[in-house]
């Protein structure tokens, strides 16, 4: 392992708790307001996720706040006075500040300590996309390439990191702006599932329409299947919001295609589930471009 590279994630990227433990991973929270309080979504460690779900169900609308410029500088500084490299790979510009912000913090550290080495990149990614992206520039990482390696890595690998999605309650994309509230009313009447992507802008997108929950998590399934190579390995991660049947069934639908080597199954955590609500399905995997 190159131990002087330091890598930070936020908890956009889905990622389990025993990943952030690792030696040479940092954390960082964004905050989510939720029943009328301010709490961090720490990766699992005091926000509880099934309350947080069942929250969701009860009708709680929560809301997030991307991290500041102060909580950036809080985890560079300590790192800059300790010589570490650090690469911070944040969640994509097309949804949120956050990149901005810690791009000015580095810029701030770096008046401090004009030799700290930080390096923020833009993943273009959301939720475990993002997590895939750091987990796998954490492989190299632990296989002692350089960051000039690493960072060259992610780069050219961040945009072949497909993203698809689909909700059961169309009511939070409604609030999001992502459809208007009578294509949400005549969506729910109907049965209808909307399946969206992540665009090569990193932006959300619609992508189709289909009647119907299990239609909709096997579209996600046929994606994979019609866009990667079958003699390919692959790891694929998929997220769920506390509908853990659906992503296990997802696995094996995508498992039938015969090159998935590793499949990474997490909770999407507060930060995305604040904005997709329960019910989230959605399926991360690597191919030669997006849609």
């Known amino acids: 392992m190159n131990k002087n590279i330091v890598l930070v994630v936020d908890s956009a990227s889905a990622l ?8 040479n991973v940092i954390g960082a929270p964004i905050v989510c307001h939720f029943k009328g309080k301010d709490l961090e979504d720490d990766f699992g460690k ?19 706040s991307q991290i500041n410029v102060f909580k950036f500088e809080e985890i560079f500084r300590p790192l800059a006075q300790e010589n570490k490299s650090v690469i911070y790979i944040g969640l994509s510009s097309g949804l ?16 401090e300590y004009p030799k700290a080495d ?31 390696e690493i960072i060259s890595f992610v780069e050219d690998t961040k945009l072949k990191i497909n993203h698809y999605f689909t909700v059961d309650d169309l009511n939070h994309l409604k609030r999001g702006g992502r459809i208007s509230a009578s294509a949400a009313a005549v969506g729910t009447l109907l049965n209808v599932k909307p399946v969206l992507h992540m665009d090569r802008q990193g932006k959300l997108a619609p992508l189709m ?10 579209t996600l399934a046929e994606k994979f299947i019609e866009r990667t190579n079958k003699n ?6 998929i997220v769920h919001g506390d ?8 696995e094996e639908l995508c498992r039938e295609n015969g090159n998935v ?29 997006r849609e």
């Open 209 to 218: 329409k289909v009647r119907g929950r299990k239609k909709a998590i096997l």
């Open 261 to 289: 080597e590793k499949c990474i199954i997490n909770f999407e955590g507060p930060t995305v589930a604040s904005h997709t609500g329960a019910g989230l399905v959605s399926l991360y995997f690597i191919a030669k471009e």
């Open 46 to 64: 005091t926000l509880d996720i099934k309350e947080f779900y069942q929250g969701l169900r009860e009708g709680e609308m929560p809301t997030t």
């Open 243 to 250: 509908c853990l049947e659906d992503a296990l069934h997802l």
């Open 232 to 237: 390919e390995m692959q790891t694929i991660a």
């Open 118 to 148: 930080i390096t923020i990149v833009d993943s273009l990614c959301a939720s475990l996309g993002l997590g895939l992206l750091c987990y796998l520039a954490y492989e190299n990482i632990k296989a002692g390439k350089s960051k000039e």
């Open 96 to 111: 949120t500040g956050t990149v901005d912000n810690a791009m000015r913090a580095a810029l701030n550290i770096k008046e």
């Open 16 to 23: 389990p708790l025993d990943f952030i433990n690792q030696e």
